[in-house]
C-alpha cells in the first residue's frame, strides 16, 4: 500500500499504510493533534478517527476554525438528545442542526419540554462533560437503524431517505443517532455551552406536518466567547420587534387564523400610516403618479414577465376561475405598472414617466420560514417603476439615489452601503439570455456610481433574472447585512410587453425601464425601525406622541380635555390615562410605553394654563406654558426628532 495526503500548503506526505485524521495531526505537529477536532477530506468533513488509505486533499480542522465550532455544537446537540432521552424515554427526535447561530434539536413527545426543565438538562450535559464520556463513531445497517427507531416516525421518515445500506452513526453508552457529519471523539471539550430557549417547528417545515417542538441551545470552546455571546442575545431579545410588538401592542399574528399574516393594532397601524404618507408625499414630490392596481392579474402576464418561470415555487397557487381564465395573487408590482404604461400612446414628451404605489403582494412562504414582519406572506411594498428614454438613464438614476439617500437622513439611517449587483457570469441560465444587454446595462450603473464619486462594492450573481441593480446595503440594530432599498435597470420587461413611445423622429422607439423600492416592504421596514428604536420611536413616529395624566380625574380632568384637544386641533397624537390607578404608576407605565412626552396636569398647571413636562427616558420634571410645549414638540416633529 501505498499513497499520498496533500495538505492545504500544497506539501504532499507519502505513507505506507493507513492512518486516521487524528494520527496525521499528531503527526505533523503535537500541538496539532491536540487542537484537532475533525479533518476536511476532499472537502467532506469527516471525524478523528476517519481512516485514510488512499490519495486525498485532507485539512485538520481546530479549536481555531469556525467548521471546528460547528463540530463542536453538532457534539453538544448530541449530548443533549443523550441526557434528553434518558430523561424522558418516550422522547421523538427529529431534525438537528450546528452552524454559525448555535445548535436546535427538534423534539416530540406528549407533554412538550418546557422551559423551566432546561436547567435540569443542561446540569446532567455538564456532568457528561466532566465525565468526559467517549463518543463512538460506528458504521450501522440501515435495517439495523430501522427497527432501532421503529416507534419514532421522525428518525424512520429521516431514514427512507437514505439512499445506502450503511449509515454513519454516533454512540454515547447506549444512546444511538445519525445524521452528523462529525462529532468529537469525547465530551471533554463540551464545557461552555448553554441550552436557550424553545419554540414550535413544523416537521420539515410544512404546516400540513405535525409540530414539533425545537430546543435551542449554543455552545463554545472558550468561556469568554459565550458570555460575549449571551450578551449579544440577550440585546437581541430586548430588541427583537416581535417581542416590541407585543409589549407596546403594535401587531400580532396568530397561526390560527392564518401564518404570515400580520394583524396590524391601532398603535403599529398608526406607525404604518405615518411611514406610508411620509413616502407617498416624498415621492408625489419627486414627480411620481401614484397608483392603486389590483392584487390579482391574470396569469398570462406573470408568464410573459418570466416571474412564472423563475419565482413560481414563490407564488401562490393559480385561481381557476372556471371559464378559462387563471388568476395569481401578484408576488411583483412590475405587471401591473406596466398597464398603466401600456394604457395610453406614450410620446417622448411623457418620459420619464414615474409611477409609484403602495402595492400589496403575496409570497408563497413555508411556515418554519415566517418570523413577525420581517418575513410575512402579504406584504405592501413601496414600489416604483419609471420609463425612461436611453439618455435618460443616468439622470434618472441619479435622481432616485439622492431620493433614498434624503428619506435615510430623516429615518436616521447611517449605516449603510451600495452593492451593484450582476449577473453570475459562469452560471447565466437563471437570467435574461442577452449577452449585450447585460453589458450594456451594468456599464451604465457602473458608470452612474463612478460618476456621482460614491463608493461601492459588486457582487456577481446577485442581480435580479431581468437586469443588474444597485441594492443599498443597511445593518440592522442586530448587526445582519440586509437589503433596505434597491434600484434596478430592466430592458427585458419591456420587450417582452411590447412597450414603445413616439420618438422626437415620430418613429416607435423602446423604453428602459427602472424599478426602484425606497424602503421596501412596509412590514420589514417597520420591523427594521422598531428593532432600531427599540421601540422608543421618535417623536414623529411615535405611535402616541403624548401621554397626559390629570392628579385628580374629578378636579383636572376638564383641563386634561382641553389640552389634549389643543394638541388634536394641531394634529399632535395625544391620549388621557383617565385609569383608576395612582399616578406613580401611570407615569411608570407612560415610560414602559415608551411615549415620548408625558404631561402631568394638577392644580398649578390649571391655573397657569401650563403643563409639567417629562421627556422619555428621563426623570427630569419641568414645568412650562401650553404654548411654549406645544412650540417644543412641533419643532420635535418638523425636524423628524433630529436633534440638531
Same mark, same amino acid.
Given at each position: 500500500?501505498?499513497?499520498?495526503?496533500? $495538505?492545504?500548503?500544497?506539501? +504532499?506526505?507519502?505513507?505506507?499504510?493507513?492512518?486516521?485524521?487524528?494520527?496525521?495531526?499528531?503527526?505533523?505537529?503535537?500541538?496539532?493533534?491536540?487542537?484537532?477536532?475533525?479533518?476536511?477530506?476532499?472537502?467532506?468533513?469527516?471525524?478523528?478517527?476517519? /481512516?485514510?488509505?488512499?490519495?486525498?486533499?485532507?485539512?485538520?480542522?481546530?479549536?481555531?476554525?469556525?467548521?471546528?465550532?460547528?463540530?463542536?455544537?453538532?457534539t453538544a446537540a448530541f449530548m443533549?438528545?443523550?441526557?434528553?432521552?434518558?430523561?424522558?424515554?418516550?422522547?421523538?427526535?427529529?431534525?438537528?442542526?450546528?452552524?454559525?447561530?448555535?445548535?436546535?434539536?427538534?423534539?416530540?413527545?406528549?407533554?412538550?419540554?418546557?422551559?423551566?426543565?432546561?436547567?435540569?438538562?443542561?446540569?446532567?450535559?455538564?456532568?457528561?462533560?466532566?465525565?468526559?464520556?467517549?463518543? #463512538?463513531?460506528?458504521?450501522?445497517?440501515?435495517?439495523?437503524?430501522?427497527?432501532?427507531?421503529?416507534?419514532?416516525?421522525? +428518525?424512520?421518515?429521516?431514514?427512507?431517505?437514505?439512499?445506502?445500506?450503511?449509515?454513519?452513526?454516533?454512540?454515547?453508552?447506549?444512546?444511538?443517532?445519525?445524521?452528523?457529519?462529525?462529532?468529537?471523539?469525547?465530551?471533554?471539550?463540551?464545557?461552555?455551552?448553554?441550552?436557550?430557549?424553545?419554540?414550535?417547528?413544523?416537521?420539515?417545515?410544512?404546516?400540513?406536518?405535525?409540530?414539533?417542538?425545537?430546543?435551542?441551545?449554543?455552545?463554545?470552546?472558550?468561556?469568554a466567547a459565550l458570555d460575549e455571546?449571551?450578551?449579544?442575545?440577550?440585546?437581541?431579545?430586548?430588541?427583537?420587534?416581535?417581542?416590541?410588538?407585543?409589549?407596546?401592542?403594535?401587531?400580532?399574528?396568530?397561526?390560527? /387564523?392564518?401564518?404570515?399574516?400580520?394583524?396590524?393594532?391601532?398603535?403599529?397601524?398608526?406607525?404604518?400610516? /405615518?411611514?406610508?404618507?411620509?413616502?407617498?408625499?416624498?415621492?408625489?414630490?419627486?414627480?411620481?403618479?401614484?397608483?392603486?392596481?389590483?392584487?390579482?392579474?391574470?396569469?398570462?402576464?406573470?408568464?410573459?414577465?418570466?416571474?412564472?418561470?423563475?419565482?413560481?415555487?414563490?407564488?401562490?397557487?393559480?385561481?381557476?376561475?372556471?371559464? %378559462?381564465?387563471?388568476?395569481?395573487l401578484r408576488p411583483m408590482n412590475?405587471?401591473?405598472?406596466?398597464?398603466?404604461?401600456?394604457?395610453?400612446?406614450?410620446?417622448?414628451?411623457?418620459?420619464?414617466?414615474?409611477?409609484?404605489?403602495?402595492?400589496?403582494?403575496?409570497?408563497?412562504?413555508?411556515?418554519?420560514?415566517?418570523?413577525?414582519?420581517?418575513?410575512?406572506?402579504?406584504?405592501?411594498?413601496?414600489?416604483?417603476?419609471?420609463?425612461?428614454? $436611453?439618455?435618460?438613464?443616468?439622470?434618472?438614476?441619479? +435622481?432616485?439615489?439622492?431620493?433614498?439617500?434624503?428619506?435615510?437622513?430623516?429615518?436616521?439611517?447611517?449605516?449603510?452601503?451600495?452593492?451593484?449587483?450582476?449577473?453570475?457570469?459562469?452560471?447565466?441560465?437563471?437570467?435574461?439570455?442577452?449577452?449585450?444587454?447585460?453589458?450594456?446595462?451594468?456599464?451604465?450603473?457602473?458608470?452612474?456610481?463612478?460618476?456621482?464619486?460614491?463608493?461601492?462594492?459588486?457582487?456577481?450573481?446577485?442581480?435580479?433574472?431581468?437586469?443588474?441593480?444597485?441594492?443599498?446595503?443597511?445593518?440592522?440594530?442586530?448587526?445582519?447585512?440586509?437589503?433596505?432599498?434597491?434600484?434596478?435597470?430592466?430592458?427585458?420587461?419591456?420587450?417582452?410587453?411590447?412597450?414603445?413611445?413616439? %420618438?422626437?423622429?415620430?418613429?416607435?422607439?423602446?423604453?428602459?425601464?427602472?424599478?426602484?423600492?425606497?424602503?421596501?416592504?412596509? #412590514?420589514?421596514?417597520?420591523?427594521?425601525?422598531?428593532?432600531?428604536?427599540?421601540?422608543?420611536?421618535?417623536?414623529?413616529?411615535?405611535?402616541?406622541?403624548?401621554?397626559?395624566?390629570?392628579?385628580?380625574?374629578?378636579?383636572?380632568?376638564?383641563?386634561? #380635555?382641553?389640552?389634549?384637544?389643543?394638541?388634536?386641533?394641531?394634529?399632535?397624537?395625544?391620549?388621557?390615562?383617565?385609569?383608576?390607578?395612582?399616578?406613580?404608576?401611570?407615569?411608570?407605565?407612560?415610560?414602559?410605553?415608551? /411615549?415620548?412626552?408625558?404631561?402631568?396636569?394638577?392644580?398649578?398647571?390649571?391655573?397657569?394654563?401650563?403643563?409639567?413636562?417629562?421627556?422619555?427616558?428621563?426623570?427630569?420634571?419641568?414645568?412650562?406654558?401650553?404654548?411654549?410645549?406645544?412650540?417644543?414638540?412641533?419643532?420635535?416633529?418638523?425636524?423628524?426628532?433630529?436633534?440638531?
Amino acid at each position: 500500500m501505498s499513497f499520498s495526503i496533500t $495538505l492545504p500548503d500544497g506539501s +504532499k506526505k507519502d505513507f505506507d499504510k493507513e492512518l486516521t485524521i487524528a494520527e496525521l495531526a499528531h503527526g505533523i505537529a503535537t500541538s496539532l493533534g491536540k487542537a484537532a477536532v475533525a479533518g476536511k477530506v476532499d472537502g467532506q468533513i469527516k471525524p478523528l478517527d476517519f /481512516v485514510l488509505n488512499g490519495d486525498h486533499e485532507v485539512a485538520i480542522i481546530t479549536d481555531k476554525d469556525e467548521e471546528g465550532l460547528d463540530v463542536l455544537r453538532a457534539t453538544a446537540a448530541f449530548m443533549f438528545e443523550a441526557v434528553a432521552k434518558k430523561e424522558y424515554p418516550e422522547l421523538h427526535f427529529g431534525e438537528h442542526v450546528a452552524d454559525d447561530g448555535g445548535f436546535y434539536v427538534d423534539t416530540d413527545k406528549k407533554d412538550q419540554i418546557k422551559v423551566s426543565e432546561l436547567p435540569k438538562l443542561e446540569k446532567a450535559m455538564q456532568k457528561m462533560a466532566k465525565n468526559g464520556e467517549k463518543i #463512538e463513531h460506528v458504521q450501522m445497517a440501515k435495517s439495523e437503524l430501522e427497527e432501532m427507531f421503529k416507534d419514532d416516525p421522525y +428518525k424512520s421518515d429521516l431514514l427512507k431517505k437514505i439512499d445506502a445500506d450503511t449509515v454513519d452513526a454516533y454512540k454515547l453508552g447506549d444512546f444511538v443517532d445519525f445524521g452528523f457529519d462529525a462529532l468529537m471523539p469525547n465530551t471533554g471539550k463540551i464545557k461552555h455551552f448553554k441550552l436557550l430557549s424553545v419554540a414550535g417547528a413544523y416537521w420539515m417545515g410544512k404546516s400540513s406536518n405535525p409540530m414539533l417542538q425545537r430546543i435551542f441551545g449554543t455552545a463554545f470552546f472558550k468561556a469568554a466567547a459565550l458570555d460575549e455571546d449571551l450578551k449579544r442575545r440577550a440585546e437581541i431579545k430586548e430588541r427583537d420587534h416581535r417581542t416590541i410588538g407585543r409589549d407596546l401592542d403594535l401587531f400580532f399574528v396568530d397561526p390560527k /387564523v392564518g401564518a404570515g399574516l400580520p394583524y396590524w393594532m391601532p398603535k403599529g397601524a398608526t406607525i404604518r400610516r /405615518v411611514v406610508e404618507r411620509y413616502i407617498i408625499d416624498r415621492e408625489v414630490a419627486d414627480g411620481y403618479k401614484h397608483v392603486y392596481t389590483p392584487v390579482l392579474m391574470n396569469l398570462d402576464a406573470y408568464k410573459t414577465s418570466g416571474h412564472w418561470a423563475h419565482y413560481r415555487d414563490d407564488m401562490f397557487p393559480p385561481m381557476d376561475m372556471g371559464d %378559462g381564465e387563471m388568476l395569481e395573487l401578484r408576488p411583483m408590482n412590475c405587471p401591473s405598472h406596466i398597464q398603466i404604461y401600456k394604457h395610453h400612446i406614450r410620446s417622448y414628451r411623457d418620459l420619464p414617466l414615474r409611477v409609484a404605489e403602495l402595492g400589496m403582494m403575496h409570497r408563497y412562504e413555508k411556515s418554519g420560514a415566517l418570523s413577525g414582519l420581517q418575513r410575512v406572506r402579504e406584504m405592501t411594498l413601496n414600489d416604483g417603476h419609471t420609463f425612461v428614454e $436611453l439618455d435618460q438613464i443616468q439622470e434618472e438614476f441619479a +435622481k432616485v439615489l439622492r431620493l433614498i439617500m434624503d428619506v435615510y437622513k430623516d429615518f436616521d439611517i447611517t449605516d449603510y452601503y451600495f452593492r451593484l449587483s450582476y449577473r453570475d457570469p459562469k452560471n447565466t441560465d437563471k437570467y435574461f439570455a442577452n449577452d449585450e444587454m447585460w453589458e450594456r446595462s451594468q456599464k451604465m450603473l457602473k458608470g452612474a456610481m463612478d460618476d456621482l464619486g460614491l463608493d461601492y462594492v459588486e457582487a456577481e450573481g446577485e442581480a435580479a433574472f431581468y437586469g443588474p441593480k444597485l441594492d443599498i446595503q443597511t445593518k440592522t440594530a442586530l448587526g445582519n447585512d440586509e437589503t433596505m432599498s434597491t434600484i434596478q435597470l430592466d430592458f427585458m420587461l419591456p420587450e417582452r410587453f411590447g412597450l414603445t413611445y413616439v %420618438g422626437k423622429d415620430g418613429e416607435e422607439h423602446r423604453p428602459v425601464m427602472i424599478h426602484r423600492g425606497i424602503v421596501g416592504t412596509m #412590514e420589514r421596514f417597520i420591523a427594521y425601525l422598531t428593532e432600531i428604536y427599540k421601540g422608543a420611536f421618535p417623536t414623529w413616529l411615535a405611535p402616541v406622541q403624548v401621554e397626559i395624566i390629570p392628579v385628580n380625574l374629578d378636579a383636572h380632568g376638564e383641563y386634561a #380635555e382641553k389640552v389634549r384637544q389643543e394638541l388634536a386641533k394641531r394634529g399632535f397624537r395625544a391620549e388621557i390615562d383617565d385609569r383608576n390607578e395612582k399616578m406613580g404608576y401611570k407615569i411608570r407605565e407612560s415610560q414602559t410605553q415608551k /411615549v415620548p412626552y408625558t404631561l402631568v396636569l394638577g392644580d398649578e398647571e390649571m391655573k397657569s394654563n401650563g403643563v409639567n413636562v417629562r421627556r422619555y427616558g428621563t426623570e427630569e420634571e419641568i414645568s412650562k406654558s401650553l404654548d411654549d410645549f406645544i412650540n417644543e414638540i412641533d419643532a420635535d416633529v418638523k425636524s423628524y426628532s433630529r436633534e440638531n
